[in-house]
């Protein structure tokens, strides 16, 4: 169009998702040793599944909207039965019950981007509009604001800094930072703005370093 391009895409995926159910006592969960031996010789139910991905991007000269659907059809995965002889509380059994299935969750996310004349420099923003659930029911629901400079020379870096919120679950929130160098090299870190203390020490409750290779064409 006159305005702008509008792009759309479907992106198809194939899993092989393999799940399992390990019981340990509370007083033993420190002993990490045992845990990951029960772990490994714990049995894994294994099915595959087909989904879908669809995104549909709006791009202007001096602004870009997009809006995407993972998992389209939700596929459903079992975990083995676990043994409840032990159990006798209502609460822990009714939680056992909870974690029967797996099921990969749809969600909806929103991106937004405005930019100088050149793209030399861009603020962007994503959120997921709906929570959802990961393999260990931890949910999950994020919101980013980057901002960055993008450099049209090899030898200049490009640099860009954010913040992330997770608007379920854990509430943290991350603090963002990456460059990319000779135009196909990234480097990002984040650390969350949250600590907590463990064995008197305080600690930040996540951190990830993330390095990449990108190719234009």
Known sequence: FEQGSLYWGVKPSFYRVGLTNVSTR???VSDAEALLQDI???????KTG???DFGLVWAAPH???GASLTNAIEHTYKYPEIDRSDFRALEIIKQLDHHEEFTMQRQVKLEAGIFTEQRHWSLHAELDANPVEGPMRDRYQWLTVTGGYAADSWWLPSA????????????L???NAGITFMKFFNLD??????????DGDKIMRGANIRIGVQFDY
């Open 40 to 46: 490994k010789d714990s049995e894994f139910i294994y």
């Open 26 to 28: 509370l007083g033993e």
């Open 189 to 198: 870190v984040a650390t969350t703005l949250d600590t907590v203390r463990l």
């Open 173 to 175: 929130g991350y603090l």
């Open 160 to 171: 860009r800094f954010g913040i992330s919120r997770n608007l379920a679950g854990t509430k």
């Open 50 to 52: 087909f989904d879908f």
């Open 63 to 65: 602004y870009q909207l």
